[in-house]
């Protein structure tokens, strides 16, 4: 006998024979089959204001930078990189916190952070710890769908695929970081060593997030719920 998927993504508002929504759903029973945890409705508010930050916010930043209107391409940043508090915040307070958004919100601020410092133009002299920052990001991700492999098909609900702590002050440095970014390419005179500071915070944050997260794989992984 057939055995039913435990996973159904919530697609009210699609047609049901349309390409997407199958993919999503086939996805989602390949990563977690009958028997593994229910990562809850795709579409709802805050993961679309999760993913409005890159597809969005990207192209419209990138726009502006494009014409050389840095003053809009800066509000228009502060006010995506707002989002990244309101759907937090309004997924708890709805109660529709999901493993979809626990996953998609961290994943959504790493693209949209690293690609608008791309697209702002980072100092040569700090390539060096760019690129050891993107390094570190793509460690986190993957450490992310890992515990989020672990949680669904081994059914282990100790195991954190959110951002942590140490992630969420990366984040913050991150944001002052290309702020920071914006403000020297307006031409107002700033430091450099204040780049280089709120740079290697980052660094040092993503680190820290980095252990964090494989101290809480391994102990969540010998604990169920």
Do not use: C
Not at 154 to 167: C, D, I, Q, T
Not at 173 to 180: D, S
Not at 204 to 214: K, N, P, W
């Amino acid at each position: 006998m057939e055995t039913k998927a435990a996973v159904e993504i919530d697609i009210r508002g699609w047609p049901r024979n349309t390409g997407l929504a199958k993919g999503l759903q086939h996805a989602t029973n390949w990563i977690a089959p009958a028997g593994g945890r229910d990562m809850g409705p795709f579409w709802n508010l805050p993961n679309i204001l999760s993913l409005s930050r890159p597809l969005l916010g990207l192209p419209a930043i990138y726009l502006l930078l494009h014409y050389n209107l840095i003053l809009p391409a800066l509000f228009v940043f502060l006010g995506f990189a707002f989002t990244d508090l309101i759907d937090g915040w309004y997924a708890r307070k709805k109660k529709i916190v999901t493993l979809w958004g626990k996953v998609l919100d961290p994943a959504a601020d790493k693209v949209f952070l690293i690609t608008t410092i791309f697209l702002v133009d980072i100092p040569s002299t700090l390539s060096k710890p760019f690129v050891a920052l993107i390094t570190l990001e793509i460690l986190l991700a993957i450490l992310g769908l890992t515990g989020l492999v672990m949680k669904i098909q081994g059914n282990k609900s100790r195991v954190e695929v959110s951002a942590n702590l140490w992630g969420k002050m990366k984040a913050t440095m991150e944001n002052i970081f290309i702020y920071l970014l914006f403000i020297r390419r307006l031409g107002i005179g700033l430091n450099i060593d204040f780049l280089v500071l709120f740079l290697w915070s980052a660094i040092t944050l993503a680190m820290l997030s980095i252990v964090g997260h494989i101290i809480g794989h391994i102990i969540g992984g010998y604990r169920k719920a």
